[in-house]
């Protein structure tokens, strides 16, 4: 339902959200707990949550973290060239590990455990399609041969059309879509669907890349790309196209590590004001009708669960994000931190 001012949906998700972990996680976890049914939560910390034990003891950390809150973390392993696949098995059949995501190795923050050849780890892909369980996929190759704008070009064409011929039937989610190709190979194929950010629908490479240094508050992986790529990322979204919808990719880093060079670690935090800009870029398009398609049914859906009960409201009114989180020794740049925006949630 909306009207101009007004707009009642049903409670979103994140399908993609960074909590962190320790000091970090207290600090941000709140901000998803907020709004969201369900998270998520990617399992890509410092030492990665790469078996049961660790998959247990990290979404009690969330879960003491949001004591009395209608809200429901969900992990996906984070897969490795090693893997124990029993202990795999296990944890997806007891439902720790929601499904399994695939970092390639090197492709962004924390991913040097990640996987170094992708065909090597098919078994991990065959348990996932047997069990009915997503892999969820940062599509971006690196080499040295490779442009920084190509990465997710060149993972679909040459890691992603294999595993989807090779496992038809397993359930893929390439995680904060990026380009209208990436875009256009999740809509023409089976058996996939796409996530997108904030700030994937807002940027574009000019907000970014400067001619002696990067705004790093800008910088994410996969990185922002052209106008006619964020115009066909708005398409899909704002048509409530069912297989593309929120992964916030929250991705908090501590001020220190925001440099404006090429060493900032790549990661934006949106979460304080995620649902609020998604709602304007609805609102900017013209199809404030369709957000809770992008925000609440769509993955559910994709994802075969059930859709969730309570509602929120988000009000027309201006209000100015702060410009940081802050938290005992912690400064977090927020996502357009210090800009005037039009929704806010109803409380
Ligand atoms: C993420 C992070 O900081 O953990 N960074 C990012 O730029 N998106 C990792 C990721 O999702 O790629
Ligand atoms: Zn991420």
Redesign the pocket.
Known sequence: MSSSNLIKIIQPDDW?V?LRDGEMMEAVTQYSARINGRCIV?P?LEHPVTNRELGLKYLDKIHSLTLGQLFSPLLPCYLTDNLDLDDFRLALVENIFVGAKL?PNN?????SYGVSHIEKIYPTFEILQNLKKPLLI?GEKVGENIDIFDREKVFIDEELVLIREKFPDLKIIL??VSSKYGADFVNDNENIAGTL?PQHLMLTKKDVFFDEYINPHH????VVKDESDLLALRKYACSGHKKFFIGT?S???HIDFKIPNLNA????FSSPCSIELYASIFEEENSLQNLEKFSSINGPNFYNMSINKNCIELIKESWKIPEFTIYKNLKIKNFMGGKEINWKIKK
Do not use: L, Q, R, W
Not at 107 to 111: D, G, P, R
Not at 219 to 222: I, L
Not at 265 to 268: E, S
């Open positions: 993609h960074h990617m890509n970092y492709v962004t923050t924390n991913s940062h995680e904060h950010t910088f994410c992986m996969p990719d991705a908090p880093h670690k790549p990661g934006i």
